[in-house]
T-cell receptor, first 116, second 114 residues
Framework: NAGVTQTPKFQVLKTGQSMTLQCAQD?????MSWYRQDPGMGLRLIHY???????DQGEVPNGYNVSRSTTEDFPLRLLSAAPSQTSVYFC???????????????FGSGTRLTVV | SQKIEQNSEALNIQEGKTATLTCNYT??????LQWYRQDPGRGPVFLLL?????KEKRKERLKVTFDTTLKQSLFHITASQPADSATYLC?????????????FGRGTQLTVWP
């Protein structure tokens, strides 16, 4: 099925552990991004990419790394997990806007991460 | 500072009525605005997009308006049904910003009761 696939769906980490959240899309979208969603805070952008080999920081990048070696994959790495990183993480992708048109995002189903 | 504000965190209406959700923005110059639906435990789902030069867009029971003078978008669901109960997010793409980047509001939780 076409769409954005995130793994794992749930994860519990101990403080200081590292892990990688996986995101893959099969729609040939140029733009991919990672958000975290916390109660009362809405969606906050962590990192984004406009194409393979190109990444940039969003609003809350500290403690996270990304890379984009292929169009399809955009993994998010937590370097040393902290309780403040407990959240729901969403990956999203879309075509790049060429003019002022805009395209809707396709979101993954999310990863619920708890750091203890 | 830049803000995207959606009206009251929760909106409760009776089935069959029209739900109207508001999205106001400050210190943005949006090229377009989008609306998403999010169900509990799921990712947001794209519903509608409206561009800065458009006043109104419709899709089935959904209608979106965009007033760049008032800096506001209204999202209407007519003949609402209990199945419309969800959180609705507005998001805007800013002119001159990174292509594809969206800025999201915090959402309005809509409950439609029978």
């Amino acid at each position: 099925n076409a769409g954005v696939t995130q793994t794992p769906k749930f994860q519990v980490l101990k403080t200081g552990q590292s892990m990688t959240l996986q995101c893959a899309q099969d729609m040939n979208h140029e733009y991919m991004s990672w958000y975290r969603q916390d109660p009362g805070m809405g969606l906050r952008l962590i990192h984004y990419s406009v194409g393979a080999g190109i990444t940039d920081q969003g609003e809350v990048p500290n403690g996270y790394n990304v890379s984009r070696s292929t169009t399809e994959d955009f993994p998010l790495r937590l370097l040393s997990a902290a309780p403040s990183q407990t959240s729901v993480y969403f990956c999203a992708s879309s075509y790049l806007t060429q003019h002022s048109g805009g395209y809707g995002y396709t979101f993954g189903s999310g990863t619920r991460l708890t750091v203890v | 500072s830049q803000k995207i504000e959606q009206n009251s965190e929760a909106l409760n209406i009776q089935e069959g009525k029209t739900a109207t959700l508001t999205c106001n923005y400050t210190n943005y110059s949006p090229a377009y605005l989008q609306w998403y639906r999010q169900d509990p435990g799921r990712g947001p789902v794209f519903l509608l997009l409206i561009r800065e030069n458009e006043k109104e867009k419709r899709k089935e029971r959904l209608k979106v308006t965009f007033d760049t003078t008032l800096k506001q978008s209204l999202f209407h669901i007519t003949a609402s049904q209990p199945a419309d109960s969800a959180t609705y997010l507005c998001a805007l793409g800013e002119r001159g910003s990174t292509l594809g980047r969206l800025y999201f509001g915090r959402g309005t939780q809509l409950t439609v009761w029978p």
